[in-house]
T-cell receptor
Framework: GNSVTQMEGPVTLSEEAFLTINCTYTATGYPSLFWYVQYPGEGLQLLLKATKADDKGSNKGFEATYRKETTSFHLEKGSVQVSDSAVYFCALSDRPGGGNKLTFGTGTQLKVEL | GAVVSQHPSRVICKSGTSVKIECRSLDFQATTMFWYRQFPKQSLMLMATSNEGSKATYEQGVEKDKFLINHASLTLSTLTVTSAHPEDSSFYIC????????????FGPGTRLTVL
């Protein structure tokens, strides 16, 4: 079956530091890949997505590239801000928009300090 | 953007009682709603998928008689945990997807259930 593995947190960084959160997946076929973000007290929000190999999703300074050869979709940001503190979830779906069953990783909490 | 609410945000109940959790799409019609469960330090696990006016489809291993799902309108789905026990304590999250080929889920903020 499908599965997603992402690095455990919490990840604590200073403001303006570089961020990488690793995500690898196992799936049959050609899934679409997603990063969701959950701010305190709020629901998960779609951060970015990629629907095929070598696609790069990007949003709000975050990027992730769909690497089929390494089955990875690592999240990166060049300079984090305190407002980026949240829990980040990697996920996959058999639908391009993620409107069907989503398989999630365990989530990685990011704390950004001044 | 599309907004999904859940009520209550947290609930504490005694073992053996039933608890109802509501999920509402506030500014769109949700033809499909999903219910997830999240244990501490674990991923969200899909429990069931419900389409408006139809019976819910449950994932393998989820007891449909224990977790009753009703999706009677295009803006409301409810999850009832019947005869709750301490092992049902968890974080329950719903999401909703609009119709017309719209292909994104919008998530509620979750409900923390504690069964004493």
């Amino acid at each position: 079956g499908n599965s997603v593995t992402q690095m455990e947190g919490p990840v604590t960084l200073s403001e303006e530091a570089f961020l990488t959160i690793n995500c690898t997946y196992t799936a049959t076929g050609y899934p679409s890949l997603f990063w969701y973000v959950q701010y305190p007290g709020e629901g998960l929000q779609l951060l970015l997505k990629a629907t095929k190999a070598d696609d790069k999703g990007s949003n709000k300074g975050f990027e992730a590239t769909y690497r089929k050869e390494t089955t990875s979709f690592h999240l990166e940001k060049g300079s984090v801000q305190v407002s980026d503190s949240a829990v980040y979830f990697c996920a996959l779906s058999d639908r391009p928009g993620g409107g069907n069953k989503l398989t999630f990783g365990t989530g990685t909490q990011l704390k950004v300090e001044l | 953007g599309a907004v999904v609410s859940q009520h209550p945000s947290r609930v504490i109940c005694k073992s053996g009682t039933s608890v109802k959790i509501e999920c509402r799409s506030l500014d769109f019609q949700a033809t499909t709603m999903f219910w997830y469960r999240q244990f501490p330090k674990q991923s969200l696990m899909l429990m069931a998928t419900s389409n408006e006016g139809s019976k819910a489809t449950y994932e393998q291993g989820v007891e449909k008689d224990k977790f009753l799902i009703n999706h009677a309108s295009l803006t409301l789905s409810t999850l009832t945990v019947t005869s709750a026990h301490p092992e049902d304590s968890s974080f329950y999250i719903c999401s909703a997807r609009g119709g017309g080929g719209f292909d994104e889920q919008f998530f509620g903020p979750g409900t923390r259930l504690t069964v004493l």
